[in-house]
């Protein structure tokens, strides 16, 4: 559908606005990534999975999307925690670093096309901090290099916070460095006794986090990027910073779209480990919860709201997604007529435009699923009164599979391939059913039951399940 126009919300503007990328066709998108020690957060997740959304979506309109993510490897809290573990900040990073791309795996997220590790991205990060230096943006002081916000009067234009009222207190970076300005941030912190260094003009030291993003989009996507995204958190002081040296270096703009994420809380509380409402993917999937259902219910909620995360609503979320899967599963199982009906053909058509331009609609979530319900309960209807034929049950299939593009819910098959044996036992029930053997066939269908098969007899044949969790 190229001729849908997709309308965005733009913090930068604070208002939905059209997409158009710089270049036709093709969309430049960075999203923050993770700081890596700690196993992420179902919070993180909200985000990455709005971000995947997203990104699904420009591809699925047929966009060109070169993605970067970062991966930051060095900041306080990975110093600490490989200090805290004796071991190197490398082989402490590297272990949370493996474990966020499996669980990137798990959750479907759509791999980026590039992961750059900050620590490998230092040389990149002093050539533009230098140019800072020698445009007056930055200045150096005991060995660390601070950019100077009165230098850059458009400072604010995205969080909307004036710099005059951040005089009365408010510190944009929590460090203990002296400064000339208590607003003016870190672009390179001087070595602190026992911390990881790397050298550079300025002296020993290592990069401060918002450089490290400003670098590495560069690096990749180029001077102005189409979006940068990232949670709401970031909105202030990362991304305001971010701004503020990647235009005071290149002169141009830095970011056409910004795409902030509302956060996840839990049972209507901040997350928080002391709370013990604190939840990592994979606590949720020790408890038996299929990765398929945290995706749904991390993806369907609109991501400007915030998205409060009970178990009632993983539920909820596993529910949905069956009223789905079962759909599927009728389609592939029964025996339809031959034939193609009109009415399928318009239903069809009718559900991808609604879904399309639901999504097309800053994302609207509620609107694309509640095209896809809307098809299944008439599908369904149309199925129990046997006026579905047998294209429009693969026409069917394949819209589902199509816009699964965008959401990545379902399995890759609804039917399974059973063990050879159990084929047989079911093979043996039907003719056991044929000659009236109720005995046997009632025993064949409880041993099936005791290994996870519920078989269900109807007027075109016996059909088979699996009971899953
Ligand atoms: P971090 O690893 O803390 O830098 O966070 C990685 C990403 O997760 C950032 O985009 C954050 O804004 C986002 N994030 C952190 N906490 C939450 C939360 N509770 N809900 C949604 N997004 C979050
Ligand atoms: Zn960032």
Known sequence: MKDVKFRIYNTLSGKVEEFVPLKEGEVKLYT????????????NFRSYVAEDLLKRFLKFLGYRVLHV???TDVDDKTIKGAQREGVSLQEFTRKYEKAFFEDIDTLRLDRADYYPRATETIPDMIKIIQG???????YIKDGSVYFRISAFPEYGKLSKIKP?????GVRIDADEYTKEDVRDFALWKAKKPGEPSWPSPFGEGRPGWHIECSTMSMKYLGETLDIHAGGVDNIFPHHENEIAQSEAYTGKQFVRYWFHVQHLIVEGEKMSKSKGN???????LAMGFSPRAIRYLLLTTHYRKTLNFTFEALYQATASLKRITDFLFELETRK?????SQQAKERIEKCRR???????????????MAAIFELIRWGNKAMEEGELFSQDAANLKALLYDLDRVLAVLPEKVVEELPEDIMRMIKER???????????????RDELFKRGIILEDTKEGTRWKLIKK
């Open 430 to 444: 039907e003719e056991a059913r044929k000659r009236k053997d109720y005995a046997t066939a009632d025993r064949i």
């Open 164 to 168: 005059e009222e951040l005089k009365a």
């Open 132 to 138: 800072l230096l020698d445009k007056g943006y930055a």
């Open 278 to 284: 604190f939840y990592t993917l994979r606590d949720l």
């Open 336 to 340: 339809f007529p031959e034939g193609e």
């Open 69 to 71: 993510m970062n991966i």
């Open 354 to 368: 609604e879904f399309t331009l639901a999504l097309a609609d800053d994302l609207n979530i509620s609107g694309a």
């Open 32 to 43: 923050c990534g993770p700081t890596v020690y700690d196993y992420a957060h179902i919070g």
